[in-house]
């Protein structure tokens, strides 16, 4: 395994790994658990001792336990998450962040969570694209998702609803406990396309295995995200000569480790209970597609052709009809377009905390200038270049920022689904009604 450390840095780093688990979770960890740390901890003596006595070389050391510090990693991942499992990944980050001693940026003690958390969840609540999820636990979120799955009815799904509680419990568990990238925004995302899905025309366009594959990339679309962008990750391998893709590096990342989980254990697989092959293959490339559509880097060309598509749909409808319209016009009898209209769907959903009511909004924008900030800490820590404009500096440039995300990205995706979707349209009319009061704050 190829790594960017000296072998000296690879054993510091498995301490430090060890010895966080040691510090913070072991007392909390189950009889299992605390077993594999045992042995974890049996091994890193092993190759410290070994290595420090010139028994073992840099390359036998890398070539025998290269990935070691990855399934240390991995497993300290899963740890928390089941430590955490019955708390918010709000009070799951804080937390952390105090034990890590992390500087919470201000505008972080500004969320409102005084929102009644209710003890059933009902298809009124799920429909609501204002729901408020963080006052929810991890256990609870991974239970309403399974419920989006029921209150669809997908008859044609023959997916047994064991199965696929099995595998969104695992998707719990391989996200990490961050700010904003977690299992909670995983969640939102798929809440508000289920939502989008049953109060529109979009539920006549698609077709059961479709929307079930596109919610399912939702909950998957940002798993193992470690709270940076593909800017850091692409700037970090540059600095560490690593040779990696710099093309939507995450969204690649987020695929794989779907389809690890599902290779993994077969009782996650679900594509053993459909019908075909060409099912299978649908499902995975709808799954693929929606994931890598949620790269931001995409975003300009997908509203460009979202546009234009809309455009020569509207005027199909009334009655214009010539050669290029017919080809550029949506129809649900094209593959293509139904895959098309569920990724932009999915990045929609991913960049939607502008459609919700403004407490909300910014309860979830706040989050996310944390784990901003955050980046850029870990930026000068690893001397690279630092990313100035996702420094937190005050609350007028925070405005500001937001201004422009929510005017110049959020808005024109949204205007153009609710143009498709009239339904819907009352969802860009929420950007701009949070877009004036942004204004305001601006003036104050």
């Given at each position: 395994m190829q790594n960017n450390k000296s072998a000296t840095e690879y054993l510091d780093s498995i301490g430090q790994q060890l010895g966080f688990i040691d510090q913070y979770y072991i007392q909390q960890a189950d009889q299992n658990d605390a077993q594999v740390i045992q042995k974890f901890k049996k091994v890193y003596k092993y190759i410290d001792e070994a290595y420090k006595s010139n028994f073992m070389n840099d390359d036998g050391l890398f070539s025998v336990y290269g990935f070691f510090l990855q399934t240390v990693k991995k497993f300290k991942r899963k740890l928390e998450n089941r430590i955490y499992f019955d708390k918010t990944d709000y009070a799951a980050t804080l937390e952390k962040f105090e034990r890590t001693q992390t500087k919470l940026v201000p505008v972080y003690k500004d969320l409102i969570l005084d929102a009644q958390k209710q003890e059933r969840i009902d298809l009124e609540t799920l429909l609501d694209s204002n729901m408020i999820h963080h006052i929810y636990t991890k256990k609870e979120l991974g239970q309403f998702a399974l419920q989006l799955f029921d209150f669809l009815n997908l008859d044609q799904i023959k997916v047994p609803k064991e199965i696929l509680g099995d595998l969104i419990n695992e998707i719990v568990m391989n996200y990490n406990v961050v700010p904003y990238h977690n299992f909670t925004h995983a969640f939102q995302l798929s809440q508000l396309l289920f939502s989008c899905y049953m109060k529109s025309d979009?539920?006549?366009?698609?077709?059961?295995?479709?929307?079930?594959?596109?919610?399912?990339?939702?909950?998957?679309?940002?798993?193992?995200?470690?709270?940076?962008?593909?800017?850091?990750?692409?700037?970090?391998?540059?600095?560490?000569?690593?040779?990696?893709?710099?093309?939507?590096?995450?969204?690649?990342?987020?695929?794989?480790?779907?389809?690890?989980?599902?290779?993994?254990?077969?009782?996650?697989?679900?594509?053993?209970?459909?019908?075909?092959?060409?099912?299978?293959t649908l499902a995975k490339r709808l799954i693929i597609t929606s994931i890598l559509a949620t790269d931001m880097s995409k975003h300009a060309k997908l509203l460009a052709k979202l546009q234009k598509r809309v455009e020569c749909t509207k005027q199909f409808d009334q009655g214009e009809k010539n050669d290029l319209i017919e080809m550029q016009r949506f129809s649900n009898e094209r593959l293509e377009d139904r895959i098309f209209i569920l990724n932009i769907m999915v990045h929609a959903c991913d960049i939607s905390n502008p459609t919700m009511k403004f407490n909300n909004y910014m309860n979830w924008s706040y989050l996310l200038t944390q784990e901003f900030n955050d980046q850029t800490i870990k930026e000068a820590k690893i001397g690279v270049d630092v990313t100035g404009f996702l420094i937190y500096k005050d609350k007028p440039t925070y405005y500001g920022g937001q201004t422009f995300f929510a005017k110049s990205l959020v808005l024109p995706l949204w205007v153009q689904i609710g143009e498709l979707y009239p339904e819907l349209k009352y969802l860009s009319e929420e950007i701009n009604k949070n877009l004036e009061i942004l204004q305001q704050k601006l003036k104050q």
């Open positions: 979009l539920k006549k366009f698609c077709n059961q295995l479709e929307i079930f594959s596109a919610i399912l990339a939702g909950l998957g679309h940002d798993l193992n995200h470690k709270g940076v962008n593909n800017m850091y990750k692409i700037k970090k391998s540059k600095k560490f000569n690593i040779l990696t893709s710099e093309i939507a590096v995450l969204e690649n990342m987020h695929c794989a480790t779907f389809f690890n989980i599902i290779q993994l254990n077969r009782k996650h697989d679900f594509f053993q209970y459909m019908s075909n092959d060409e099912e299978k």
